[in-house]
């Protein structure tokens, strides 16, 4: 990648997409950022032109114009995604399942759609698809239509990642855990919610709320989407995140009963619980806590294991 390599990132109004945007921007990359409303934003050291990820005539019209004012686009970063809605299974109406799914899988269907005849000219490019972990192992409960969507983009990338790489456009899947976004605030509760759920669905939303207000710093996120891209065969997912390496490493070494009753004891509500915050959930959740003691631990075990070494070579040497 060089520095006049055209980089277009949706949805850069804050979190994880401004702060790769910006990054690019330092790094010396001809950025191009969208937003719905880009006459809201404070002013910004790289244009934002106007896009609504819901619209497949918006999507054309963007594209168009990238390729009219810049001749090219290398880099689609499809960063544009909402939380939806807080509700049990039967709660979700296929209306609410629709708009989380217009914006999280559809719109980026059609970004994808409207990108890939550009790259195929240019005989090249890279796509990178923010998704999360949720779309590897599940969203807490309540969060079935987040991660439904998550899935289904899962499966979609995986796949045309191999239509693609003959033309020399190489996808990858971005797979965050908690970071400190303003994704929350997309959080709605469903139009006729049922009173069973109320409580459960209070406590859950409490402990969404607390990870993501103790999230890591999202310019993670962009660093990781640098490195990336800056590798010639880049992978098809990278996990971000001390909490989603977690989790993605034990889903795939522990038995499946196992990691689910993990998973279930980490969103158990009873009714004698006041605080959902429990001291083990803040050391899973607060990425503060969680990385100071992975940090603690880890030179715990390289003074453990290096004094071990010391030993073994005094024995040997006596």
């Not at 971000?240 to 070494?253: H, I, N, Q």
Request: aromatic fraction near 10%.
């Amino acid at each position: 990648m060089s520095e006049k390599t055209v980089v277009f990132i949706t949805g850069v109004s804050s979190g994880i997409g401004l702060e790769t945007a910006s990054l690019f921007h330092q790094k010396g990359f001809r950025v191009i950022g969208s937003s719905r409303h880009p006459e809201k934003l404070p002013p910004l050291p790289f244009p934002v032109f106007s896009l609504d990820i819901t619209s497949e005539e918006s999507i054309c019209t963007c594209v168009h114009r990238i390729k009219s004012e810049f001749g090219q686009l290398d880099v689609l970063i499809c960063n544009a995604g909402i939380m939806g809605p807080v509700a049990a299974g039967e709660e979700l109406t296929p209306e609410v399942l629709w708009k989380v799914f217009q914006t999280n899988f559809f719109g980026t269907i059609n970004m994808i759609r409207c990108v890939t005849p550009l790259m195929r000219t240019q005989k090249g490019g890279r796509i990178i698809v923010l998704s999360s972990i949720a779309g590897k192992i599940g969203a807490p409960p309540f969060f079935s239509a987040y991660a439904a969507s998550k899935h289904a983009l899962e499966g979609y990338v995986e796949t045309i990642a191999k239509e693609l790489a003959p033309f020399q456009i190489h996808v990858t899947l971005v797979e965050p855990g908690y970071f400190h976004t303003a994704i929350d605030q997309s959080i709605q509760t469903p139009p006729n919610p049922i009173s069973e759920y109320q409580t459960r669905r209070h406590f859950t939303l409490a402990l969404q709320q607390y990870a993501i207000e103790h999230g890591r710093h999202p310019q993670q996120v962009a660093y990781a989407i640098l490195n990336t891209l800056q590798k010639p065969y880049p992978p098809l997912r990278v996990v971000v995140g001390l909490d989603a390496k977690f989790l993605d490493t034990g889903r795939r070494y522990l038995p499946d009963k196992l990691f689910q009753f993990f998973l279930s004891q980490m969103f158990s509500w009873k009714k004698e619980t006041k605080n959902p915050v429990t001291p083990i959930r803040k050391f899973l959740l607060n990425s503060k806590i969680a990385d100071r003691s992975w940090h603690i631990l880890s030179i715990g075990f390289l003074t453990f294991g290096l004094v071990q070494l010391v030993k073994h070579i005094y024995k040997k040497d006596t």
